[in-house]
């Protein structure tokens, strides 16, 4: 069994930074695992955020928050974060990490795990 638990949402100003956390517990070794990000605005439909592969050698980013998001891990730990700079008010949804082994599975958006979701709300 494995479970994923966020930290790290909040209410934060636009050109805010935020980081999110997401912890691994589980049987199985945390480095079998793809990481990923995805969000989910009200009236809308839950979207892909960021992945990072098992060694966090390759990343992958939403069109809209590359070059101001970053995904990173720290496999000794069994944790990753998302690091949200210069935050917009459509930045505003429920995040939740995932992970899975498969990083197709991932990036279409059904892992097999998933955390229970942190709220983020960016001010105009």
């Known amino acids: 069994q494995v479970q994923l638990v966020e930290s790290g949402g909040g209410l934060v100003q636009a050109g805010d930074s935020l980081t999110l956390s997401c912890s691994y517990s589980?049987?199985?070794?945390?480095?079998?695992?793809?990481a990923g990000w995805f969000r989910q605005a009200p009236g809308k439909e839950r979207e892909f955020v960021a992945s990072?592969?098992?060694?966090?050698?390759?990343?992958d980013y939403l069109g809209s928050v590359e070059g101001r998001f970053n995904i990173s891990r720290d496999n000794d730990k069994n944790i990753f974060y998302l690091q949200m700079t210069s935050l917009k008010p459509e930045d505003t949804a429920k995040y939740y990490c995932?992970?899975?082994?498969?990083?197709?599975?991932?990036?279409?958006?059904?892992?097999?795990?998933w955390g229970q979701g942190t709220q983020v709300t960016v001010s105009s």
């Open positions: 990072l592969t098992t060694r966090g050698w390759t990343a």
């Open positions: 589980g049987r199985l070794r945390f480095i079998n695992f793809i």
């Open positions: 995932a992970a899975d082994q498969s990083l197709a599975k991932l990036r279409g958006s059904k892992p097999d795990y």
